[in-house]
């Protein structure tokens, strides 16, 4: 069931991602060599609370930390210990969550950590961009596939692997609400965007070949051949004149 937002509920889900944003922009103020990911759970957790909110990934399913934070060949939900230390060279993908007011906000950025080399750089604005040309396809009358086609061929015709086994998602009073948005697929098919609807659309792109592991922590998902991997997510409404970005990547930029 997909449900479709009011204006009313569109504000309080941009309320949530706005402080998504910058929790981001916090925690990515704080990624310097020598912090470790467990610290860096602690200044989102409680730059979340100071603000009025909850962390929602915290026990989302028993996940035992209020933020993901994956380095390197960690593509997504990476658990926050103080083993991970940050050191020059990573890219660090942080995924956060916040629960206010009875909506949840999700979203998630790739920082660099310093000087990147540059193939890495270019994969990191390869997965940005492709979030980009997803996003333009996010408009009432278009399906999901439009999305998926765009996010992926773009990554694709970089030579990029493209994540097949997580996707992004509606967003509302859950986290997790219908439909899927996976980040591969056909133009045309899927469910029809329509006016009202919020999703997450959250490309996963590896630097080779697309297949991951899960870890034994049973979160922390990595790309099976160790190459790099980038994560960013936006949440958008579909709106009448187009897309609405939930999410303000700009306050991160800064
Ligand atoms: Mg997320
Ligand atoms: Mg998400």
Redesign the pocket.
């Known amino acids: 069931m997909i449900y479709l937002k009011t204006d009313e509920e569109i504000e309080l889900l941009r309320e949530n991602n706005i402080l998504v944003s910058k929790t981001l922009a916090e925690v990515g103020r704080h990624i310097k060599p020598g912090v470790t990911a467990k610290q860096l759970d602690k200044i989102a957790d409680e730059f979340i609370r100071s603000h009025g909110a909850t962390p929602a990934f915290l026990g989302y399913q028993g996940y035992p930390a209020s933020i993901t934070v994956s380095v390197n060949e960690q593509v997504v939900h990476g658990i926050p210990s103080d083993k991970i230390v940050i050191k020059e060279g990573d890219i660090v993908s942080v995924d956060i969550g916040t629960f206010m007011k009875g909506f949840v906000g ?1 979203s998630a950025y790739t920082f660099a950590v310093g000087e990147i080399a540059d193939d890495v750089r270019q994969l990191l604005d390869v997965t940005k961009e492709a979030l980009y040309r997803g996003t333009a396809q996010a408009k009432a009358g278009n399906r999901i596939g439009d999305i998926s086609a765009a996010v992926q061929d773009y990554a694709e015709s970089f030579g990029y692997g493209v994540v097949r086994e997580l996707e ?2 509606g967003l509302g009073r859950k986290m997790h609400e219908s439909p899927g948005v996976p980040n591969y697929g056909l133009r045309g098919r899927g469910p029809v965007l329509k006016e009202g609807m919020v999703i ?1 659309i ?1 490309p996963m792109i590896t630097m080779g070949s697309r297949a991951i592991v899960f870890e034994r922590d049973g979160w922390t998902v990595r790309t099976r051949d160790r190459k790099p991997a980038a994560h960013y ?1 936006f949440a958008v409404a579909i709106r009448k004149d187009g897309p609405d970005v939930l999410t303000d990547f700009s306050i991160i930029e800064q």
């Open positions: 999700d992004g998602h997450c959250e997510e």
